[in-house]
């Protein structure tokens, strides 16, 4: 879809114009557009606070960590 394709990369000005008028009349893809956009902007506050806000504690990090070297074999 060029809504999640633009957060990536500048469309050409021919595509860029046809997404707007397209979210202009279409409701559901604008809703779609909006959603993307808050979904990025709730990734990057995420990313932003670190790691400490994944809420995991270290047993639990301790845990993941012994889990995927016991599966990787290391």
């Known amino acids: 879809m ?4 633009a957060m990536d990369v500048r469309l050409p000005f021919a595509d860029r114009m046809a997404m707007h008028l ?5 409701e559901n ?11 990025r902007r709730l990734f990057r506050a995420d990313a932003d606070a670190g790691d ?5 504690t270290d ?10 070297q016991d599966k990787l074999g290391h």
Not at 29 to 39: G, N, P, S
Not at 59 to 68: D, P
């Open 22 to 26: 397209h979210l202009a009349i279409c």
């Open 29 to 39: 893809c604008a809703r779609f557009a909006r959603q993307l956009q808050e979904m």
């Open 52 to 56: 400490d806000a994944t809420g995991l």
């Open 59 to 68: 047993a639990a990090r301790q845990r993941i960590a012994t889990e995927l």
């Open 2 to 5: 060029l809504t999640s394709r």
